[in-house]
């Protein structure tokens, strides 16, 4: 399918796969392995030199049109699913990276990303942690052996943005290949591929799926890198997407550009009223024009996105904070208290004692984590209904 046709009609149709039956709705193709004419033909197969699929670890007609519609969306030559958001990550790292390289990754990255990466220095992989906001501070960081940057944007959970132009002329100057994970946007509201850099990953997961059903995940950029470099990776260490999953995700991908609108304009609704809040010190969120960088955010990305955090006013000392926020999350009767994100169902986590817990408490006051800190990923609840929630939980 063209690249001719807009985003919301690639996003139903495109990577579209008939079968012999000619069925309307993308096949789910529940079998681990290809049958061959011959065993001339499975020689071709299993070498290359014939297309076409031969074995579920790396082909797979489902996962195959999950990918080649995704791949349309992103704006990349190419797309590998994988198993999960971590899945691709490390298989990017796999990819690209070999002893003595060095990695420099934004310090607030996903907690599992920043264990992994901590990880590779068992494989004599370095990486140094960066502020991703200031291009500064990862051009201080770049060694003779830097081989990768990495890095999240907006941020979890302050909404902090790097700037997709200048990392990505920083990895060609150096280079280094620059990755993103773009979970936080999805190519409905961010494509960094458009501003040169190499490769995107996703968590799946998260907004694609989007109704928190399934796991999965995605390196996409061009064709020399995925099928050369991460294909290999992939086709040899085995954290394939499933068939089931990739289908659950094809319909997800159906619906992301209206559940992102939707949930975007809920959350800019929201951040707009607790910014008003006599309870409420400080909202993070790019659209408000108290964000340090509001004009960023609007030159790369199309929306905000549809995650909201804020800092409850410090009346009190840190301890005490602690508990007013969780009380605050325990008096919600509506909102879902998990730190997953990405559902059709908002929900609430005190990111300081859930997915930045493992910091040391220095550490997070680095990170601008502080006690009194709540983020909020909106889902499709009526707007009422979600500020009556809040404004009952703020109160109580
Ligand atoms: C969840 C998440 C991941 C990891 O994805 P999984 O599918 O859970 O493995 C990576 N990056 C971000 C930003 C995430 O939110």
């Not at 009526?382 to 929630?389: P, R």
Request: proline share 4%.
């Amino acid at each position: 399918m063209t690249d001719d046709f807009d985003f919301d009609t690639r996003a139903v149709r495109a990577g579209t796969l008939r079968s012999e039956f000619n069925e309307h709705s993308e096949a789910l193709f529940l079998t681990s392995s290809f049958v061959f004419k011959s065993a001339a033909q499975a020689a071709a197969r299993f070498s290359g030199d014939e297309p076409g699929f031969v074995y579920s670890r790396f082909t797979n007609p489902t996962v195959q049109m999950f990918e080649q519609r995704l791949a349309s969306l992103e704006g990349a030559e190419d797309c590998l699913a994988t198993a999960s958001g971590m899945a691709a990550i490390l298989a990017v790292c796999l990819a690209g990276l070999r002893t003595g390289d060095h990695v420099i990754c934004s310090a607030n990255v996903f907690g599992a990303t920043v264990q992994l990466f901590t990880n590779l220095e068992r494989f004599g992989i370095e990486t140094t942690f960066v502020r991703g906001a200031d291009p500064e501070s990862w051009r201080a960081a770049v060694r003779p052996r830097t081989k990768m940057l990495f890095c999240e944007t907006p941020s979890n959970p302050l909404m902090e943005i790097v700037d997709l132009e200048a990392f990505a002329q920083l990895g060609r100057r150096i280079g280094a290949l620059s990755v993103v994970d773009n979970c936080f946007c999805t190519p409905a509201l961010q494509r960094p591929l458009a501003f040169g850099i190499d490769a995107v990953i996703h968590s799946a997961t998260k907004y694609i799926d989007g109704q928190g059903r399934v796991m999965g995940g995605a390196v996409l950029g061009a064709r020399s890198l995925i099928r050369d470099a991460v294909l290999p990776v992939l086709r040899t260490t085995g954290p394939s997407l499933s068939a089931f999953n990739a289908w659950v995700l094809l319909k997800g991908l159906e619906t992301l550009s209206l559940r992102l609108r939707a949930q975007s304009a809920t959350a800019s609704a929201l951040a707009r009223w607790l910014e008003a809040h006599a309870g409420i010190e400080r909202v993070y969120f790019s659209e408000l024009e108290s964000h340090p960088q509001r004009e960023l955010a609007r030159r790369q990305q199309t929306g905000p996105g549809a995650v909201v955090s804020f800092d409850l006013k410090a009346t009190s000392a840190a301890a005490d904070l602690r508990a007013r926020a969780w009380r605050v999350i325990d008096n919600t009767r509506l909102m879902s208290i998990t730190a997953n994100l990405g559902d059709t169902r908002t929900t609430i986590t005190h990111p300081a004692s859930t997915t930045h817990g493992r910091l040391t408490p220095e550490a997070r006051a680095r990170a601008g984590i502080g006690e009194g800190l709540i983020r909020i990923a909106v889902g499709l609840e009526a707007l009422e209904d979600l500020k009556g929630d809040l404004e009952h939980a703020l109160a109580g």
